[in-house]
């Protein structure tokens, strides 16, 4: 009897060792130049991170290998809390490539190989600028409410919950079927139209609202009813792209707006610009004030660098 319980005992702790090596092994490793906080805990060089660690630097960046390939760097100054497989930015900037970022509401993701920086700016919004392969941006209800070309950047700013604001969207209206799509130019979010007058194969301006719980055509992530419609010229070319849409580097009369009444939906996209490919940085930043001022105005912002900065 005494052998039976020793024996169960033995068991039993190395089953609760198996446990808590489990529960403690690392997801990655973190690396800096300078200090880092850890869980409020001053660590310099390299450090284990383990599932739910709060990394917060200072003035200097550190760069985490997380296992299985993916990578985040976030910039100095900068806080986020990391797990295996997307970090929680709280301050500052990240740049992920293969991994997810939330922030104030969106989620980024960078799926594969693809590469992209998230910097948290004032008044809640959030520059998304995508660096290699395609990026893609969701809000907190799960929709897709922006699609990033390599190159591309936009501002977008999370809708206060139960906030009700309109869309706001440019493109080629084109038909499948009985339906009429439409595909943004500056979120490159594709949309099914519903009601309004909108001839398809016009580029035309949008604005109305997203209908809720309806199932959009395939490809389309949402249904907008239509409340007004405007053309504003431009021929459009077989498969609905845009003779004179906007192209790197080119703010887009009348930035769209993605999404619609819709709690946690994008308000505003603000941004549109061309960053360098790999290197982080962002050059001939094209900024317009929204979709929702009348006074649209586009101007090249010099001097601005990318997003670690």
Known sequence: MRVFNL???????????????AATSGIGVAMSEGSILINSSNAAGN???FNGSTLETRSASSQVHLNGGAQLRLASDSRGTVFSDHVDLQKGSASITGYSANASGLSVRADGKASA????????????????????VFNA???????LEPGRALDLKPQDAGASAPSNLTGCAVKSGSNTLLTDETSNVTVQLKGGNVKTGHRVQVTGSMVPNATPLGGASQVINVANVKEIGGTCTAGGATAGAATPGAATPGAATAGGASTGVVA??????????????????AAGVGAFNSNTT????????GAFN
Do not use: P, W
């Open 268 to 285: 505003a996209v603000v941004v549109v610009a061309v960053v360098a490919v790999g290197a982080g940085v962002g050059v001939g930043i």
């Open 117 to 136: 920086t998230i910097s948290m700016r004032d008044q809640g919004v959030v520059e998304i600028a995508a660096l290699t392969g395609d990026v893609h």
């Open 298 to 305: 586009n101007a090249l912002s010099s001097g601005r660098s």
């Open 141 to 147: 209800a799960g929709l897709n409410v922006a699609n």
């Open 47 to 49: 450090a284990t991170i």
């Open 7 to 21: 024996k169960t005992v033995i068991v039993c702790g190395f089953s609760s060792l198996g446990l808590l090596s």
